[in-house]
């Protein structure tokens, strides 16, 4: 794949990343991502909201959960916001509350594109009380 490629780097990886998962070919994606030498925030950001997108929610949360165990300095804002839509469309509660902590301890709490989401699948879910007390405790 790369033989045409005088120096492969990280854009080049992640560009062929992304042609996959834009061909819903999450497969080769996989694979594309599992030869990464270096992966930056973009490169899982992409693999999980891919997987989230084409419907494979448990692979989504399998990147997550291996990012959090190898690459947890590049967990970024848009990371937890999918993580946290994905959990509301799939009304995963206790993922969800997970996630919310991690959010705290990582210091995203205060970021208002982590917290729409948040209120969102807290009110999915039917927990009023718990999206109305984050909704007051933002900034």
């Known amino acids: 794949m790369f033989d045409h490629i005088p120096q ?7 560009a062929i990343l992304s042609i996959y998962s834009k061909l819903g ?3 080769q994606m996989q694979q ?12 899982w950001n992409l693999a999980i909201s891919r997987y989230a997108n084409y419907g ?17 300095m590049n967990l970024n804002q848009i990371t937890f916001s999918t993580m946290l ?3 509301s469309n799939c009304r ?4 969800g509350r997970q996630i919310h ?5 990582f210091g995203f709490g205060s970021y208002v594109f982590v917290g729409s ?12 009380f718990d999206a109305k007390g984050y909704y007051d405790e933002m900034p």
């Not at 492969?8 to 992640?14: A, D, G, H």
């Not at 594309?32 to 490169?43: K, N, Q, V, Y």
């Not at 989401?117 to 009023?128: H, R, S, T």
Request: glycine share 6%; net charge positive; with cysteine.
């Open 117 to 128: 989401p948040f209120l969102d699948m807290y009110a999915k879910l039917g927990l009023i």
């Open 101 to 105: 902590g991690q959010i705290l301890k």
């Open 92 to 95: 995963w509660m206790d993922l």
């Open 25 to 27: 070919r999450l497969s």
């Open 56 to 72: 494979s929610s448990t692979d989504a949360v399998g990147v997550y959960k291996f990012m959090l165990k190898d690459a947890a």
């Open 8 to 14: 492969s780097n990280l854009f080049s990886w992640n």
């Open 32 to 43: 594309i991502f599992d030869l990464m030498p270096f992966r930056a925030g973009a490169s």
């Open 85 to 87: 839509i994905l959990c």
